[in-house]
């Protein structure tokens, strides 16, 4: 898929290496990492090495497993540790460019048995540690996500906490944090007490500076995305693509409960972005304080900017199909494609991550964009472009445990939809078939 | 200058510290990064300690100045440290956005004495420090830029030499470097060994990570960077802007001599990048590897896309002079500015820093706002449009002691101006006024 190398003359396939005791959020970031690569089309998977060692021992392991003097018990784990790195070369093989081993990968020797086998198979490989002495956090974490792992349904909440502290005091027993002294040669970042410092070391090559630039910029605050598309616009009424047209009547009351919408959510400091076009500039005209970003705006049609879907199909029928053949992919000529689309939003993603509340005002195609990053969709070529977001509706988006939860809230007016679904591959020449 | 303000809601005062004993690259870094912002359109200054004291001494200071003993040089010291901040303080109130404080600022005193002032004046504070201890890289450096300096004109080299390593040791009998332990509270980053880590501490706030990312990805080994246009296309001929024509036979002959000119450079491991546009990818396709960016695309003059400047004169008369009097923020109807250009390469950008040995074929605006980021021009806003980018040149790019040697190579065939002088204020209704 060549459409998928990043960078040609780089180094395509990558090993993340996470580092750290249990409950450091790892299986978070290694997570939230993949989903953003992939996002921006870059093959990435993450190998848990807590899914196969489950699987091995049928969801049993309580703490004793982990006992640095359980010889037989190390020794599973060692294989365990082994069968994941040669299911990601495997992967790699296929295309797959960054494979991401979730575990602990506590001790030099574990870390060490990792850069043997990738340098034979040249693979690069770039560390991930987490550390954070913040109890509350840690204690926090236990609660929320780890006493409902499968190995503690027979347990009660108090067993499963201890049980769960003794596993991380018997991984400390064995544990050597990155250091560097010794590590000075290994590519790494240590992300120190939830995000508060970071110490980066021999930063190579385009994915690990791409993966430093993305985990430096995340945190784990509570917060509040609010997305939505601008009111209904005199175009979409026309059911025309793009152009710079106004709101319509409906579209404006929209913005008006927009507003209140927002007022009573009692958001203090929330920011309010939308685009350059008319349309999101209305939307949020009575807002304090929008900025306006050009990266917000809608996905460019091009040539056939201005046009109706019917229009373009009947002067340019290939064109058309060859965009429902590849929808993700399609650029319009001398226009954008959805994943340029993606490309040119990375940096406000950013800006996105990096802040607290916002309300973020923008376009169909732009608004699919992002919701397929927060909802975390896999397959993204080929649902991205079909994702359906409807006019005069807000998504809130709040981070939960490992993912986001997303609420649609439907605002009204009434309003035309937009949405296009899915051609099918072999179209019968129906009724029912036309585009909208 | 409310299009300057990067984040409404953010921290537009911030005061950049630089901490490091002499020669480790701390005014080489807070000029880079004071160009890169005023580039991205933060108003960024440079304060050099350096200068002040010249100024107050008369270009006298030997190394007895810097005796950690000397209690007058150390009061003139404190009082030429205070002067600077009252000048940075003053340049805020006129609107400035980044102060770059650039002195060794090597004891926890001065430091502290800076973040009370700054406190006092609502301004964030940003620490920079570069530690290096590579014996060889300081050993270029005084030799390469220091004695230079004009207190070393009366001496001959190896004074000099000696002088300035006296100056280095003083330094380092009062320097404490930032640490987590004592500095925890403090923002900062630490460059260790020109860049092979890095430490970060408390990152907050828009400006700060966007400065952080810059430092994490610039490196100083030698390297060029050609700039090229692509070749004469057939609109080039019918002096028509945008598009995507091909080339002309004219064009098709710089594509051949580009290819011959590159293959006497003798790059190994260069890469070749070009834009998505039909004229860049027809002047690259004898090169192996190359990579096409959208974000190379010629600047979008949207509805005047394909058509000559006369044409647009005529059709739009307002439209024609509004772009004179603002051309650097002008957006083109459903079009792009140049700084809409500037902050779609800025993500390219980094990768330019990031990376060595590279070809770079793209379009005249978008040459022009590389280029003005490589020449450092001042007056960003009012020389960058008119830069003289000629088609069939190529500019080869190479980094010296603070900033780069820029050579033109001009490799013909000959070929059409597309360049447009500034109108002049009051445009006379003569002959030679007219746009080409
Ligand atoms: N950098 C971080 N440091 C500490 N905690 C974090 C960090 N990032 C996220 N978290 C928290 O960690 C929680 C999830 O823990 P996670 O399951 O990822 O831990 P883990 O390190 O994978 O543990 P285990 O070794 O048991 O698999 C999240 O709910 C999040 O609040
Ligand atoms: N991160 C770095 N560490 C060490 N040297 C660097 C770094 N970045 C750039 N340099 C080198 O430093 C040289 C310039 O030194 P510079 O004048 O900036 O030192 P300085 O710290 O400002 O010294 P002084 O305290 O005398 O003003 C450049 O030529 C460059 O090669
Ligand atoms: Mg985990
Ligand atoms: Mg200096």
């Not at 790195?85 to 093989?93: G, I, K, R, S, V």
């Not at 690069?124 to 792992?149: A, H, N, P, W, Y």
């Not at 980066?200 to 939505?228: C, D, P, W």
């Not at 229009?311 to 494609?337: C, H, M, V």
Request: aromatic letters at 10%; one cysteine or more; proline letters at 4%.
């Amino acid at each position: 898929h060549a459409r998928k190398v990043p960078d040609a003359t780089g180094h395509p396939k990558l090993c993340v290496v996470m580092v750290g005791l249990p409950a450091r959020g790892k299986s978070y970031i290694a997570q939230k990492l993949a989903f953003y690569l992939n996002w921006v089309q870059v093959d990435t998977q993450v190998f848990n090495l807590g899914a196969y060692r489950r699987k091995l021992l049928q969801d049993s392991s309580s703490a004793q497993f982990f006992h640095p003097n359980n010889q037989e018990a190390r020794q599973k784990r060692r294989l365990i540790a082994l069968r994941a790195l040669e299911d990601m070369f495997e992967w790699h093989a296929q295309g797959g460019m960054v494979g991401i081993l979730d575990a602990t990968n506590s001790t030099r020797k574990r870390r060490q048995l990792i850069v043997d086998r990738c340098r034979e198979r040249d693979t690069e490989v770039f560390f991930v540690e987490s550390v954070c002495e913040d109890d509350d956090r840690i204690q926090e974490t236990i609660k929320s996500v780890k006493i409902g792992l499968p190995e503690y349904q027979y347990m009660n909440e108090p067993q499963a906490i201890a049980d769960f502290k003794a596993r991380i005091e018997y991984y400390r027993q064995l544990y050597s944090p990155l250091c560097q002294k010794v590590d000075g040669l290994k590519s790494f970042i240590k992300i120190v007490n939830v995000g508060s410092s970071f110490l980066v070391n021999r930063l190579e090559g385009y994915l690990a500076s791409r993966i430093v630039r993305f985990l430096m910029n995340v945190h784990i605050k509570q917060r509040t995305i609010y997305l939505s598309r601008h009111g209904e616009s005199e175009y979409n009424q026309l059911q025309r693509i793009g152009g710079d047209s106004d709101l319509s009547e409906r579209g404006q009351q929209y913005a008006t409960r927009l507003h209140e919408y927002m007022s009573s959510q009692k958001v203090t400091d929330m920011k309010v972005w939308c685009s350059t076009l008319k349309r999101t500039l209305s939307t949020t005209a009575t807002f304090s304080n929008v900025k306006s970003w050009k990266a917000l705006d809608e996905l460019d049609a091009g040539e056939c900017d201005g046009k109706t879907y019917e229009e373009i199909k009947e002067e340019n029928p290939t064109l058309a199909s060859q965009r429902d053949l590849d929808k993700y992919y399609f650029r319009y000529p001398r226009g954008e494609s959805y994943h340029d689309v993606v490309l040119r939003l990375e940096p406000l993603l950013f800006e996105i991550e990096r802040t607290g509340d916002v309300l973020i005002v923008c376009h169909q195609a732009v608004c699919r964009c992002l919701l397929a990053y927060f909802q975390r969709i896999d397959n993204i070529e080929q649902k991205l472009p079909y994702l359906e977001v409807p006019l005069h509706t807000v998504l809130k988006i709040t981070p939960d445990s490992y993912g986001c939860k997303i609420e649609s809230v439907k605002l009204g007016p009434e309003s035309v939809s937009t949405h296009r679904p899915r051609a099918t591959p072999t179209p019968p020449p129906s009724n029912e078939e036309k585009e909208q």
